[in-house]
């Protein structure tokens, strides 16, 4: 990075207001005394006008008044942010604090990451004794908050090396860039050596390559980057070398007509078929998150600045796509739902020739006057009409959204609480698949039964992601409330991973109990809510660069 120094920023006006407008429903709402906030601890996320396409690009300084809350911290102490708070904790922090440090896993007496989940009831163990890179995150983002920073240091780093290994399936290898799913240490305590083995996808139920991992260890090494203040571990040239092997995966030519990512089903956080196959929101909306954290910490030598250049003309593209095409409110479905097919041509208004009938019944009630969501998934003839919640808040967090269609996907919430939240934050996708399409999307799978795990089913883990929107969107009631039923079940229940049925209320068929990403997820919404900035690490301000929403006809010339 030019310099590599600090810059001094002006304020963000939208994270500002969002922080005003925390810390004043907060106040409100907890009736305690107002918390002091940190307004401005958050470094500017440049905009993509100061990168010239053609050429000329210019150098990022930019981390300001980077947040470090006490300095460093040992993994073994107690949480900072309970002994931080000017009102008690709520008794479950500290329960959700000790069961994620009895998570830690150490290589060579050093912790790289947490478990997936710590539940020695269970018989079967499957591979929920690895460390995910996605389960990983929301521990991350705990101990970041409580300042401990080290443990996302050392896992950044060790896979990085793990990502550096020469990846096969059978006798296929794997693209360079492909980071793990998952990597499991193993001791032996008789030779006193630990070794790592990896999940590339090749040992995975299906043996789908997590195309999520990569993006969300960009993401995370921008949260490590802005919270500490510490540039040097972005610059690292490993590190700088990771970011560009995983994006290059996704930023290759092929025969794409589209800006979006073709992917495999059950390449993300649905990790089994789930008729995700094809352009996933989930995918879509993290690539797109982490094609701009990378623009933040890539550095201007002669091999960035290509990368770089691709980065931005990519983000055009997909934030178009995306805003256009997934974008569904009540009159866009009124629009589609009187599509014209078989349109010939560039002037085609139905671009990919979805035909009406195939609009499932319940999207039509589903759909409020107010409100709007990032449809699951577009291809031709094809619209996978469901609500991903994953997609639609990063899509937040990341200003993929823009800012009425972020205000439009919380106040679907809103409007369909009962649905989307019922007793237990947070359905994954609404709603469930059953029967005949049940056998047909899913193969039959015994796990992903209609409002179960990953098939309507409802994930703790997704609390810190609403949290996070909430906050952005200046909707901390909302917030509170999802935290509040989280709450009065999950430590009761023993923090599992999901929970099933419609309203959430039965603990998951086949839920592991003290999941590590349900305590974290919990902690880290508790965190961000005590303290609205620590939003900016997972936050990116929108671009005003990024073009407007062109009509739909018009896309072709532009
Ligand atoms: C399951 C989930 C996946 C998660 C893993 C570990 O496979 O589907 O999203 O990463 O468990 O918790």
Redesign the pocket.
């Known amino acids: 990075m030019e310099g590599g120094g600090m810059r001094k920023v002006s304020s963000h006006t939208s994270m500002a207001d969002a922080a005003a407008a925390a810390d004043f429903d907060l106040s409100q709402l907890l009736d305690k005394p107002r918390l002091k906030i940190e307004r401005q601890r958050s470094f500017d996320d440049r905009s993509m006008s100061e990168f010239s396409l053609s050429g000329n690009v210019r150098g990022i300084d930019g981390y300001d008044s980077v947040f470090s809350p006490g300095g460093m911290r040992s993994v073994l102490d107690t949480p900072l942010s309970s002994a931080r708070n000017s009102f008690e904790p709520h008794p479950m922090v500290a329960e959700a604090w000790e069961a994620l440090r009895r998570s830690l896993v150490y290589f060579r007496g050093q912790p790289v990451g947490t478990i ?2 710590y539940d020695h009831a269970s018989e079967e163990v499957l591979n ?1 004794d690895q460390v ?1 890179v ?2 990983f995150v929301p521990s991350a983002l705990a101990f970041l908050m409580n300042g401990e920073t080290d443990i996302v240091k050392n896992f950044l780093l060790r896979t990085v090396q793990i990502q550096s290994w020469e990846k096969r399936i059978d006798r296929f290898k794997l693209g360079e860039g492909a980071m793990p799913a998952s990597f499991k240490v193993l001791h032996d305590p008789a030779r006193g050596v630990d070794t790592i083995v990896a999940d590339f996808g090749e040992s995975a139920i299906g043996r789908v390559a997590p195309v999520d991992s990569g993006f969300w260890w960009i993401i995370l090494l921008r949260a490590y980057t802005k919270s500490t203040g510490d540039l040097s571990l972005a610059e690292r040239p490993d590190c700088q070398k990771c970011m560009k092997l995983i994006l290059t995966l996704c930023l290759s030519e092929g025969f794409d007509t589209f800006p979006t990512l073709l992917c495999a089903d059950g390449c993300s ?3 089994r078929r789930m008729g995700i196959y094809g352009y996933p929101i989930e995918i879509q909306a993290l690539f797109f998150m982490a094609l701009r954290c990378a623009l933040t910490m890539l550095k201007h030598d002669s091999e960035g600045k290509d990368c770089i250049e691709r980065i931005v003309q990519r983000l055009h593209a997909l934030s178009y796509h995306m805003r256009s095409y997934f974008w569904l409110d009540f009159q866009q479905l009124n629009v589609i739902y009187r599509y014209k097919t078989e349109e010939y041509s560039h002037t085609a208004v139905n671009k990919f020739n979805v035909i009406p009938d195939s609009i499932p019944d319940w999207v039509f009630d589903f759909m409020p006057s107010r409100g709007g969501y990032f449809i699951g998934n577009v291809s031709p003839a094809r619209m996978d009409f469901r609500w991903f919640a994953l997609g639609n808040f990063v899509a937040i967090l990341s200003s993929l959204a823009t800012p009425e269609q972020s205000m439009a996907i919380m106040d679907l919430i809103e409007e369909r609480w009962e649905e989307l939240v019922g007793e237990m934050p947070l359905k994954i996708c609404h709603p469930a698949i059953e029967s005949h399409e049940w056998r047909i999307v899913t193969g039959c799978d015994p796990k992903n039964t209609r409002w179960s795990y ?1 098939n309507g089913g409802s994930w703790p883990v997704l609390l810190w992601l609403l949290t996070a929107a909430c906050i952005k969107t200046g909707r901390p009631q909302i917030a509170r409330r999802a935290i509040d039923l989280a709450e009065s079940r999950l430590l009761k229940d023993g923090w599992p991973e999901y929970y099933d049925g419609k309203l959430g209320r039965y603990i998951g068929k086949q839920a592991r109990k003290f ?1 590590t ?1 349900s305590i974290a997820g919990y902690l880290v919404a508790k965190m961000m809510l005590e303290d609205p900035s620590n939003l900016g690490m997972v936050s990116l301000e929108e671009d005003k660069a990024m073009k407007p929403m062109l009509r739909r006809s018009a896309s072709w010339t532009c």
């Open positions: 997936a989940a929920y995910f996605r389960d956080m649905i990790d990953h999941q990403w």
